[in-house]
Structures are given as structure tokens and as C-alpha cells.
């Protein structure tokens, strides 16, 4: 069973930083694609970032390109979303997300975690 845990989410104002970690077994980071979701009140769960670390393959959101930045620390078997010059509109439940590359869906999920940004 695919265990994913979020943390470092917060308060944060416009402009500002934050980095979400999402921890996970040794093989579900080295076989699942890897990604991050957020849903914002009132509005469906929305495509962050993802990668691959076994391809090296990263795709990103149009609306978060040049401000997140997905990472894995292998010798933690945690996958990193960084996340600068924050706006308000980035305001929403972040959720780290697993599938198996030949997947289409994605259906492993952890518990999310809250981001606020204030104008």
C-alpha cells in the first residue's frame, strides 16, 4: 500500500516562500511518478508538478513555471515541491499524488496539506 505524508504547509504572504515535503517508502519513490495537486475551496483538484526520477522526466503547470520547483532527496525518499513568489491565487489544500508510469490516473493520494496566501 502507497503511504504518502505531506508537511510544511502554512501562512505565508504574498511574494514569500515556502517548501511542502511529501515522505514515502524507498519504492514508491523509485518506481511511481511522483507529483503534486492542489484544490482550492470551491474549484476541482488541479495538476501542479510531477516527476520521474527513474526517466528524469518533470512537468509543471503553466500558472506555477519559473516559481515551483519539484525536487527528490533519494536518501530520504521525500519528494520537495519549492515553492517561491507565492500569490494569493496559489492558496489551496496542497496533495502529494503517486502513479505507476504506464498509468494514466492518478489514484494515491496523501492527506494534504493547507497553504494560505495573504495579499
Known amino acids: 500500500q502507497v503511504q504518502l505524508v505531506e508537511s510544511g504547509g502554512g501562512l505565508v504572504q504574498a511574494g514569500g516562500s515556502l517548501r511542502l515535503s511529501c515522505a514515502t517508502s524507498?519504492?514508491?519513490?523509485?518506481?511511481?511518478?511522483m507529483g503534486w495537486f492542489r484544490q482550492a475551496p470551491g474549484k476541482e483538484r488541479e495538476f501542479v508538478a510531477a516527476?520521474?526520477?527513474?526517466?528524469?522526466?518533470?512537468t509543471y503547470a503553466e500558472s506555477v513555471k519559473g516559481r515551483f520547483t519539484i525536487s527528490g532527496d533519494n536518501a530520504k525518499n521525500t519528494v520537495n515541491l519549492q515553492m517561491d513568489s507565492l500569490k494569493p491565487e496559489d492558496t489551496a489544500v496542497y496533495y502529494c499524488?503517486?502513479?505507476?508510469?504506464?498509468?494514466?490516473?492518478?489514484?494515491?493520494w496523501g492527506q494534504g496539506t493547507q497553504v494560505t496566501v495573504s495579499s
Open positions: 499524488g503517486a502513479r505507476r508510469a504506464y498509468e494514466t490516473n492518478w489514484s494515491r
Open positions: 524507498a519504492y514508491t519513490f523509485n518506481t511511481y511518478t
Open positions: 516527476s520521474n526520477w527513474n526517466t528524469g522526466s518533470t
